[in-house]
């Protein structure tokens, strides 16, 4: 009895333990590990979760994966999960063979030595745009092609300006923007509305008003600096723009402007369909002084992850290649409202629709965020200066107080 | 006690609408246009409603809700197969060491789910059941497996060991005892656990974000991301999935409700 | 840890409470049959001692390891990163962000379990009387529970906003002033502490109604007898019965709300200016809250976060071991 009783409370514990086990080891199963072992598939992430297999361009991966005779599983993520699922699969080695990520993020990739630049993988890179290719060269060597470029204008509802009597063209500078939004105010309306929140998507809005007062990143306590912020925290003090906009994202700051009441909203590239539906028009972000204003580019790189077996870059060099240039890639822009990234192609895009014309030129003069050789220290530099935007937005702390303190926290992490 | 009911259903009612108004409100922005969205000042009803939430989600989310239920009851029988036998034994048995057992499993819960996410990702890739089903019940199966040891063993505490000494007289061993005495008295602490277990799992994000999002069977609960894209997120989508969501796992609520928990701590009160 | 669970010396296995005989006869001396008892009780217990080694075990050394070394980004993926003791700690509590981040853990922590416990005893007792729609109501009270923390959380921020939430507009309406609940150093932690709170109630009024349902009725009516009102029944019959149920309450609920992180992070990302930053969030920041994750600082918050948890767990265990003494 005895050893029967030890026995079956063996064989439970023992199927337990085989039932957890089993569990783990017995169900490789075919709905999609990332493993590279299977020749013919090829693992593409991309960061458009909104897109399904069936959307055009679910379709288009798929095609230009038969094209180069393989099949592509494609997986759309979270934007701000990808970087760190990238960095986790690279760790194991299992890294997709097609990474299109936001391009800030490509210089943090490149230098954890996940991605392969094009010496490696051949991809070509000639007729790209110079400030567009900008955020994937780290080093002298170019790490990805992007997918399209986008950036930030100036959208005006016609109907608020011309209650409050504001001729848009009159807006050059700050000082004529702040004086229409004045004006707004005085008739009713609401003046501006932007995404100041602490996420990259704030350090992106900030930008163009940093760099059109002339300060640079690389010394965030300049006097040029304070004056941006104090720009964006009188708007806030006077009520020209709402307090909400130290919690917005772009989407939310949106989703404000669409309700009408605002005259002005800073928003992106992808929103100019949604802009024309409500009869919005758009201009460019003025510098302080007049001038359009230095905007950051937005938008998508391919990479190129390492792997094991070198023979697989062949492959996804012609997939990339298939889905970056020539008529697939307008037609993505167009799907996406990005502008492409090549001269010549702007101009077919250009030709197809004129009223890109604004957002061609904007793209043309922006600049990369991680450009000017700032690579890795731009995350560390964009951290403190949306945690200082947010103290001088909340009030917690005077504009140059906390543009200090920034700049001190960027010393102190960046010579480590 | 029943002195003037209606008193104490329409407090009732009153308490359950203040808590609920949350949940309305949810359904308020699943049926608002876009435009509407940030509407100042909000609008209490969808004055002009859209279904456009409701008939994408209806027409691209039902296959995740089956998702869903698969692993929300998976990740029950793991966890009640799992923690009843070791509630038995903590409880009954007095297995040496069972008072640092019972204390590593309140440190068990005590790790911060990202930890246990990156953690379990990288078993995952290494064994190859990264993005299965099966993977993610078993992680979200050590959401509830603690909570469960607990909630037996302290039920089980209380049952009179005279029962257990008359089965044991009458010949049954251990298992025995176990499976024809101890479970069917446990009754109410199972419906408890198993509630538990299930709607831990149902609701689950983090686990399923990180081991399951590139599979073709993902829960309910990553479905949201569809309507979260890279520049634009559609929130009137977004709170449709939710409430599509709640509906199954509200009926199953209110229909354990009766059993659950009736006596479940009996035996650590009567102690 | 339950009433009578043991302490951490196997030797008072005998504290078994409320079991003066223990339920195996087999456990006369014998030491065959006590073996034999023990391997019986070690078997039931085993599969999820295994589980507890793969699936705790493991992810909580590896954060271990994390923090005891330097990780960049590159040696994240290669590997090699240097051993650096305990010096990850020593940048954790002397960074300015750390005070803090304690305080607000605490409070966020403390007023949580405070409130939530409150509130979801009173409910219990309140549906305890089992008046008409009682059950149906009570389960309705269970919803919130069932939405994904992402959707709670957004719906909280949006009823929230400043300018265009719900809440806002009930404030103005009865003639308080706006309140920037999220945008405004002041209110922020207050704010997901409402969100929070809001969330906790469910799992408080289950385990609570549950332990009243433990309490036999004749306690109550032999009070009545005796001329108790509500009040004093309440306090010298439900609640001193209750201790126990409240304990675990308390406890889990302390152990949950210490990694509380979707929430906070949904609603405020620990701002504005880390005015509702806690632990748990400043982990997530420093890992994956911006564009150059920092694995090794992440992993030290973390572990710090255990630890409290942990120091609190003991203090719990030693004061249960001398009440029971």
Sequence with gaps: MRTKTFLRITAVAAAAACTVAGLSGCSASSTGSNSNAAKGTYTFWDPYPQYDASSAWGKLVAKCGTDAGVTVKRTGYDTSDLTNKALLAGQQGKSPDVLLVDNPVVSTLAKSGILTDTGTNGLSTGSIAKNILGAGVIDGKTYGVPIGANTLALYYNPKVLQKAGVDVSSVKDWASLTAALAKVKASGGKGITFSGINTEEGSFQFLPWFWGSGAELTKLDSSKAEAALDLWKGWIDKGYAPNSVIQNTQTTSWQEFQSGDFAFGENGTWQKDSAKQMNAGVITIPAEDGGAAPVPTGGEFFTIPVQKDTARYAVTKKIVSCLSSGDNVVTTDNTLNYITASTSLQDKQLAADPSLKTWVEAVQAAKARTGDNLGVRYPVISEQLWTAVQKAESGSASPSAALQAAQQTVASKTSN | ?271 | ?325
């Design chain 2, 1 to 271: 006690m029943l002195r003037r009911p209606w008193w104490q259903t329409t407090l009732g009612i009153v308490l359950t609408a203040v808590m609920l108004f949350p949940v309305y409100w949810m359904i308020n922005v699943s049926l608002t246009r876009d435009q509407d969205m940030r509407k100042s000042p909000p609008n209490l009803f969808p004055l002009d409603p859209t279904l456009h939430g409701y008939t994408t989600v209806l027409g691209q989310q039902l296959p995740f809700l089956g998702t869903s239920l698969v692993v929300g009851l998976g990740t029950v029988a793991l966890t009640l197969v799992l923690s009843a036998p070791a509630a038995y034994s903590l409880a009954k048995l007095n297995p040496r060491g069972g008072g640092a057992m019972s204390f590593v499993l309140l440190i068990a819960q005590m790790i911060p789910a990202i930890i246990m996410a990156m953690g379990f990702y990288t078993i995952y890739v290494k064994l190859g059941i990264l993005d299965t089903v099966w993977g993610l019940i078993l992680a979200d199966s050590t959401i509830a497996v603690p909570f469960g040891v607990l909630i037996f063993s302290a039920f089980m505490r209380g049952i009179p060991d005279e029962l257990l000494n008359a089965a044991r007289i009458d010949g049954a061993n251990s298992w025995r005892t176990f499976t024809s005495i101890v479970m069917p008295v446990s009754r109410n602490s199972l419906v408890t656990v198993s509630l538990f277990s299930f709607l831990w799992a149902w609701s689950d994000f983090l686990f399923a974000n990180t081991l399951d999002g590139g599979g073709d069977a993902k829960p309910i609960t990553l479905g949201i991301y569809a309507y979260i894209g890279n520049n634009n997120q559609e929130w009137n989508s977004i709170m449709a999935t939710a409430v599509v969501a709640s509906i199954p796992a509200a009926v199953l609520l209110v229909l354990a409700q009766r059993y659950v928990a009736a006596g479940v701590t009996a035996g650590a009160v009567k102690d």
């Design chain 3, 1 to 325: 840890m339950t009433t009578d669970t043991t302490s951490l010396r196997p030797s008072a296995a005998r504290a078994d409470a409320g079991a003066e005989t223990t339920s195996a006869p087999a456990r006369a001396r014998r030491p065959r049959a006590q073996r034999r008892a023990q391997l019986t009780a070690w078997a039931f217990l085993a599969p999820v001692a295994i589980y507890l080694v793969l699936f705790y075990a493991y992810p909580l050394y590896k954060n271990v390891e994390l923090s005891l070394r330097q990780y960049t980004v590159t040696s994240f993926i290669s590997g090699d990163a240097p051993f650096v003791g305990l010096k990850n700690f020593q940048a954790v509590f002397t960074n300015p962000t750390f005070p803090p981040a304690i305080w607000h853990t605490a409070v966020f922590v403390l007023v949580s379990i405070a409130v939530q416990f409150a509130l979801g005893l009173a409910l219990a007792v309140f549906f305890h009387n089992r008046f008409p729609l009682s059950g149906l109501l009570r389960a309705l009270f269970l919803v919130p529970w069932l939405l994904p923390l992402l959707v709670s959380a957004s719906t909280w921020s949006w009823m929230m906003n400043s300018d265009s939430g719900i809440v806002n507009a009930f404030l103005e309406s009865a003639g308080i002033g706006q309140i920037n609940w999220l945008t405004s150093p002041t209110w922020s932690l207050i704010a997901v502490l409402v969100a929070n709170i809001w969330i906790g109630i469910p799992f408080n009024l289950v385990i609570m109604y549950s332990g009243l349902q433990g309490i036999p009725e004749e306690l109550y009516e032999a009070a009545s007898l005796d001329g108790a009102n509500g009040w004093q029944r309440f306090w010298r019959i439900t609640f001193p019965l209750l201790r126990p149920v409240t304990a675990i309450t308390l406890l889990l609920g302390f152990v949950y709300t210490l990694k509380v992180f979707d929430i906070i992070w949904i609603m405020t990302k620990g701002g504005p200016a880390g005015s509702s930053t806690t632990l748990a969030i400043w982990a997530y920041q420093l890992g994956f809250g911006n564009l150059l994750p920092d694995f090794s600082s992440a992993a030290t918050v973390g572990n710090v976060l255990i630890l409290v948890a942990l120091v609190v767990g003991l203090v719990y265990a030693r004061m249960q071991r001398r009440l029971e003494v």
